[in-house]
C-alpha cells in the first residue's frame, strides 16, 4: 500500500456548493474527491476553515480527482513512513471520544474533565506513552442526516508522546486512532522532536 499526504485548498464557493458546513458535510465532499473509488486509508483533518476557503490535509492510498466542478488546488507527496521510526513526537489529534453505559448500552461523550485520563489509558493500545498531553478544544456538535439528529463529540489532544510498540505506532500513525475515522477522526499530526 502506498500512502500519500495531500494538501488541499478548498475556494469558498466551492465549500458553499459542497454544503461544507459540518462534519457530514466534509465528509461527503472528501468522498466526492475520490470519485468512484473509495480508497482503503482515509484520514483527513481540516487545518483551517474560514470565509477565505479552508484547507485541509489527507493521508490516503485512494487517488483524488479533479473537475470542472471541483475546482480544487492539490499537492501530494509519498507519506515518508522512514520518519516513524523516531522515538519520541509532538503530536495533535481530534478524537470523538465516548463511552458505552452499561446500564442503557448507550454511547455517551466522555466528559471534559475525564478526557486527558481516557486519552491516556488508550495510548498503549496505539503503540505510545503519553510524557505530556492537554485538552485543545472540546465541544459537542450536532447535524441531520436523512432526518436523524446525530451527535459527535470532538476533542482535540496535543503533546509528546514516547513511542512503545514500533509495529502499533506505525499502524496508528498510517490507519489512524479512535473512532470515526471517516468524518475527520483520529489522524495522528506527529512532528518527530528526537
Known amino acids: ?3 500519500q499526504i495531500c494538501s488541499i485548498v478548498i ?3 466551492a465549500g458553499l456548493r459542497w454544503r461544507m458546513y459540518n462534519r457530514y458535510g466534509w465528509h461527503q465532499a472528501i468522498l466526492r474527491f475520490f470519485g468512484d473509488s473509495e480508497p482503503k486509508t482515509l484520514l483527513w ?11 485541509c490535509t489527507i493521508l490516503t492510498d485512494g487517488h483524488l480527482v479533479t473537475t470542472d466542478e471541483m475546482p480544487l488546488r492539490i499537492r501530494t507527496k509519498p507519506y515518508p513512513t522512514e520518519f516513524l521510526e523516531a522515538r519520541q513526537f509532538a503530536f495533535e489529534v481530534e478524537l470523538s471520544p465516548t463511552r458505552l453505559e452499561s446500564a442503557t448500552r448507550k454511547k455517551r461523550a466522555v466528559q471534559p474533565e475525564e ?3 481516557w486519552f491516556c489509558t488508550r495510548s498503549a493500545q496505539w503503540g505510545f506513552r503519553t510524557n505530556t498531553v492537554q485538552l485543545e478544544d472540546w465541544y459537542i456538535p450536532s ?3 436523512r432526518g436523524e439528529r ?3 463529540p470532538v476533542a482535540r489532544f496535543a503533546g509528546t508522546l514516547t513511542v512503545t510498540d514500533r509495529e502499533r505506532f506505525i ?3 498510517l490507519h489512524g486512532i479512535g473512532s470515526r475515522r471517516r468524518f475527520g477522526f483520529g489522524l495522528l499530526r506527529l ?4
Open 1 to 3: 500500500m502506498t500512502l
Open 143 to 145: 447535524f441531520y442526516r
Open 150 to 152: 446525530i451527535v459527535m
Open 115 to 117: 478526557l486527558v485520563p
Open 45 to 55: 483533518h481540516v487545518e483551517e476553515s474560514s470565509q477565505s476557503g479552508a484547507y
Open 191 to 194: 512532528f518527530s522532536i528526537s
Open 171 to 173: 499502524d496508528s500513525a
Open 11 to 13: 475556494p469558498p464557493e
